[in-house]
């Protein structure tokens, strides 16, 4: 039986990196670095559409966006999917730079085995520098999940991926997802709500430009409404919904955020730099008046339906 908590009105937000309907470029082929400390193994689809950057910039805000997320939810893995095992075989995909991995092996032993999936790696540090334990792979999530990670999960991990959701359905995600997962597993999606949000300003401050900007990352994905639902009826069960929003006084750091999201998406993909940095100063000159962007986060947590307990 499924349950909601707290559920409002999401659409999309592009924080891990794709844009948004026709916005998205070509696709372009990813080249494997060829050196030995490079990214040269295992690779399933490496057509990369992405609609942000992979610098230092890009890396330094992944990195800020997975500890204000942490501090947000109190949590890496939601409390409801049980991690004591010592043998926990976990997956994060669309992994981006690694952290949610780095950091959810802090302090477990190294009998776990942690894998990240992505469609470029070219923001994850070099092989040699990772544990013994950890594993990349490119991987396209609409690609057929490889033979060797079928059944093979007890939890997958999944953030920010709201725009690589086709036709507003995520059925065919769902199930790749749950291909990866042993019966039983659990999988963790997260996920912001750009419906639910609201541009807050302290009185007599004006955000008209920061609205502006922050309108260009929004999309129509109303899919969200129903997930918790197509879950359940799509091999999963127990699927709940729960909300998170922060405050005011973490305000300013989110909308930083936001706003170096919309800078890398203006760079990349809107292609119109001159309008682009009018539109950032006046945005940011909004900010130092007191004005933020605020957008409640959503995980969902659900379980591969265990057919063997029928």
Same mark, same amino acid.
């Given at each position: 039986?499924?349950? +909601?908590?707290?559920?409002?009105? *999401? !659409?999309?937000?592009?924080?891990? @990196?794709? $844009?948004?309907?026709? #916005?998205? &470029?070509?696709? +372009?082929?990813?080249?494997?670095? *060829? !050196?030995?400390?490079?990214?040269? @193994?295992? $690779?399933?689809?490496? #057509?990369d &559409?992405?609609?942000?950057?992979?610098?230092?910039?890009?890396?330094?805000?992944?990195?800020?966006?997975?500890?204000?997320?942490?501090?947000?939810?109190?949590?890496?893995?939601?409390?409801?999917?049980?991690?004591?095992?010592?043998?926990?075989?976990?997956?994060?995909?669309?992994?981006?730079?690694?952290?949610?991995?780095?950091?959810?092996?802090?302090?477990?032993?190294?009998?776990?085995?942690?894998?990240?999936?992505?469609?470029?790696?070219?923001?994850?540090?070099?092989?040699?520098?990772?544990?013994?334990?950890?594993?990349?792979?490119?991987?396209?999530?609409?690609e057929?999940?490889?033979?060797?990670?079928?059944?093979?999960?007890?939890?997958?991990?999944?953030?920010?991926?709201?725009?690589?959701?086709?036709?507003?359905?995520?059925?065919?995600?769902?199930?790749?997802?749950?291909?990866?997962?042993?019966?039983?597993?659990?999988?963790?999606?997260?996920?912001?709500?750009?419906?639910?949000?609201?541009?807050?300003?302290?009185?007599?401050?004006?955000?008209?430009?920061?609205?502006?900007?922050?309108?260009?990352?929004?999309?129509?994905?109303?899919?969200?409404?129903?997930?918790?639902?197509?879950?359940d009826?799509?091999?999963?069960?127990?699927?709940?919904?729960?909300?998170?929003?922060?405050?005011?006084?973490?305000?300013?750091?989110?909308?930083?955020?936001?706003?170096?999201?919309?800078?890398?998406?203006?760079?990349?993909?809107l292609?119109?730099p001159?309008?682009?940095?009018?539109?950032e100063?006046?945005?940011?000159?909004?900010?130092?008046?007191?004005?933020?962007?605020?957008?409640?986060?959503?995980?969902?947590?659900?379980?591969?339906?265990?057919?063997?307990?029928?």
């Amino acid at each position: 039986m499924s349950a +909601t908590i707290t559920i409002t009105s *999401p !659409t999309s937000i592009l924080e891990n @990196g794709h $844009s948004v309907d026709d #916005k998205i &470029p070509k696709e +372009t082929v990813v080249s494997l670095p *060829p !050196t030995a400390s490079g990214w040269k @193994g295992t $690779s399933f689809g490496a #057509k990369d &559409p992405y609609a942000l950057m992979r610098d230092c910039n890009a890396n330094s805000r992944l990195t800020a966006q997975h500890y204000l997320w942490k501090e947000l939810l109190g949590f890496l893995v939601h409390p409801d999917i049980d991690t004591r095992a010592t043998d926990l075989r976990v997956a994060d995909v669309a992994t981006g730079n690694g952290i949610w991995l780095h950091d959810f092996a802090r302090g477990k032993p190294s009998s776990i085995d942690l894998h990240g999936f992505d469609i470029s790696l070219d923001q994850v540090g070099p092989k040699p520098w990772l544990p013994a334990n950890t594993h990349m792979h490119i991987w396209n999530i609409f690609e057929n999940v490889p033979d060797e990670f079928v059944g093979y999960f007890d939890i997958v991990h999944v953030r920010l991926i709201t725009v690589v959701v086709k036709n507003n359905d995520p059925r065919p995600i769902l199930a790749n997802l749950k291909k990866l997962l042993k019966p039983g597993g659990y999988l963790q999606w997260d996920e912001v709500d750009t419906i639910g949000c609201s541009i807050k300003t302290v009185p007599g401050t004006s955000a008209e430009n920061l609205d502006t900007l922050f309108s260009q990352l929004k999309g129509r994905d109303t899919w969200k409404y129903e997930l918790t639902r197509i879950m359940d009826e799509n091999g999963y069960t127990g699927s709940t919904l729960y909300t998170y929003e922060y405050g005011l006084g973490t305000a300013r750091f989110w909308s930083d955020l936001y706003v170096s999201t919309w800078k890398e998406f203006a760079e990349n993909a809107l292609k119109t730099p001159e309008v682009s940095r009018q539109l950032e100063h006046n945005a940011m000159l909004e900010t130092l008046n007191g004005a933020s962007i605020m957008v409640p986060t959503l995980v969902w947590v659900t379980k591969k339906i265990d057919d063997s307990t029928n």
